[in-house]
């Protein structure tokens, strides 16, 4: 069954950090590029960031570029986001998706994606 499972996501003050987790089943990694996604009600959804599969090329959005890195262990079946100088409109619930390619929205070909991991930033 396929499937992708994110972690990690929880409170933190501003300047915190936070790892997220994708942890990925049924399908093999390596073929796809993966992406994160965050919904609020003022922006809806907004990619964030995504990788190719070989994990050599990244995506990153104006809002979060040189805060947040994305990173891959196709052994694990895992994708990683690094989430660093978090700020409160940084909070929302944080999606993985799978993508059929990667592109500049880091949205695009999105066929499967998890349940989601909440993010809070508070002071």
């Known amino acids: 069954q396929l499937q992708l499972v994110e972690s990690g996501g929880g409170l933190v003050q501003p300047g915190g950090s936070l790892r997220l987790s994708c942890a990925t089943s049924?399908?093999?990694?390596?073929?796809?590029?993966i992406g994160w996604f965050r919904q609020t009600p003022g922006k809806g959804r907004e990619g964030v960031s995504c990788?190719?599969?070989?994990?050599?090329?990244?995506v990153y959005s104006d809002s979060v570029k040189g805060r947040f890195t994305i990173s891959r262990d196709n052994a694990k079946n895992t994708v990683y986001l690094q989430m660093n100088s978090l700020k409160p409109e940084d909070s929302g619930p944080y999606y993985c998706?799978?993508?059929?390619?990667?592109?500049?929205?880091?949205?695009?070909?999105?066929?499967?994606w998890g349940k989601g991991t909440l993010v809070t930033v508070f002071s």
């Open positions: 998706t799978r993508l059929r390619a990667l592109s500049d929205s880091c949205l695009d070909g999105m066929d499967y």
């Open positions: 990788i190719s599969g070989s994990g050599t090329s990244t």
């Open positions: 049924g399908f093999t990694l390596d073929y796809y590029a």
